[in-house]
């Protein structure tokens, strides 16, 4: 990855005249990333250029969804759901990455404005839950999806190569949601945005898994039913298999 970094940093360094009037620019190594049968997670790499000072901020965001989170409650020595919120257009992931901690390079409105950071994403928590407040359910939310790694629990670090060139890795687990992503990039100059980019990025299945999944989706009432049939064959041939 690292070759590759330094090939792209010497293009961006070569056509500088080119877009000098552009405070900051940026692109991705690859905008597909094709999950095929033992997927196991990939990185992509994230790099650009800046003319003149400031911090540079990437946002990485899947694609929004309702959540439902539920709560549960320790009865009779027995755990059961006692309520449940839904959580409208969650990113199904998030990633954050910056040159500096976020709270030395800008105010909470300005993070808040642009939902920079976990703290900072505006989450909208539908609950008639009286025994939970919405901030119960986001929390819960946003810590279920650090476990299974589609939100990160801390700010990566951007790495800068002669006070113009930054590079950073982004991260997607085995487990990451198909889809097209959102990867924003800020450059940030006595605590405002000064400049922005969004590039977008696409997670797709493809071959025999991706077919499967689409069939599952589009086709749910016969993708059950063949699963049924299949879970009773298969139970079928080991009872056979057993009695001889």
Do not use: C
């Not at 877009?19 to 997670?41: C, M, N, Q, R, Y």
């Not at 901690?101 to 409105?109: C, F, G, K, N, R």
């Amino acid at each position: 990855m690292k070759p590759l970094f330094l090939a792209l940093a010497l293009v961006l360094a070569t056509s500088l005249p080119a877009w000098a009037v552009e405070p900051l620019v940026a692109d991705l190594s690859k905008h597909l990333v094709a999950i095929t049968t033992g997927f196991a997670g990939t990185d992509v790499l994230l790099f650009g250029a800046v003319d003149g000072e400031g911090e540079v901020v990437v946002v990485v965001r899947g694609p929004p969804k309702a959540e439902i989170v539920r709560r549960k409650d320790r009865r009779v020595g027995i755990w059961i759901n006692s309520g449940s919120a839904t959580v409208e257009s969650a990113p199904s992931f998030y990633r954050v990455a910056s040159t500096r901690p976020l709270a030395e390079i800008a105010a909470d409105s300005v993070l808040d404005r642009h939902q920079i950071g976990l703290n900072h994403l505006d989450l909208t928590v539908e609950s008639q839950d009286s025994g939970a407040t919405p901030v119960i359910y986001r929390d819960a939310l946003v810590r279920l999806k650090q476990k299974k790694g589609l939100y990160g629990d801390t700010v990566q670090q951007i790495g800068f190569m002669s006070h113009r060139l930054f590079r950073t890795e982004i991260h997607f687990p085995a487990n990451v949601p198909v889809g097209t992503y959102l990867v924003e990039v800020y450059l940030i100059q006595g605590g405002e945005v000064i400049s922005a980019q969004t590039t977008p990025l696409v997670i797709s299945k493809i071959g025999v898994g991706a077919d499967v999944f689409d069939f599952a989706h589009q086709q749910a009432a016969a993708y059950g039913l063949i699963a049924i049939i299949l879970a009773a064959a298969a139970g079928w041939l080991a009872a056979a298999a057993f009695k001889k």
